[in-house]
Nanobody, 126 residues
Framework: QLQLVESGGGLVQPGGSLRLSCAAS????????IGWFRQAPGKEREGVSC????????NYVDSVKGRFTISRDNAKNTVYLQMNSLKPEDTAVYYC???????????????????WGQGTQVTVSS
């Protein structure tokens, strides 16, 4: 079965850190750019970050720049999102998704991402 599985979410206090993982099963991530997206209750889905298939190019939405870091380990078939200095407004369900090779300029819209994971909940609260 071809699937993406996110993990690493949870409850954290403001200022804390979490590392999300996006693992693929049944296929290799080597040929895909990977995007992280999030959706908070009552809000539209938002692109958070994207990394090219080789890891040479990374992209971030302005609200997470300097706090979040995307990386990948193709040998482990996994992409990570390190989230530091978390804020309550980062609370959302976080999803990863695949796209062929490059993120492209329109990656935040998520329109060309083909396979999505089931999501992992991140809650930032004191």
């Amino acid at each position: 079965q071809l699937q993406l599985v996110e993990s690493g979410g949870g409850l954290v206090q403001p200022g804390g850190s979490l590392r999300l993982s996006c693992a693929a099963s049944g296929f290799t991530l080597n040929n895909y750019a990977i995007g992280w997206f999030r959706q908070a209750p009552g809000k539209e889905r938002e692109g958070v970050s994207c990394i090219s298939n080789s890891g040479s190019t990374t992209n971030y939405v302005d609200s997470v720049k300097g706090r979040f870091t995307i990386s990948r380990d193709n040998a482990k078939n996994t992409v990570y999102l390190q989230m530091n200095s978390l804020k309550p407004e980062d609370t959302a369900v976080y999803y990863c998704a695949t796209k062929a090779v490059w993120c492209g300029s329109n990656w935040p819209a998520g329109a060309d991402f083909g396979r999505w994971g089931q999501g992992t909940q991140v809650t930032v609260s004191s």
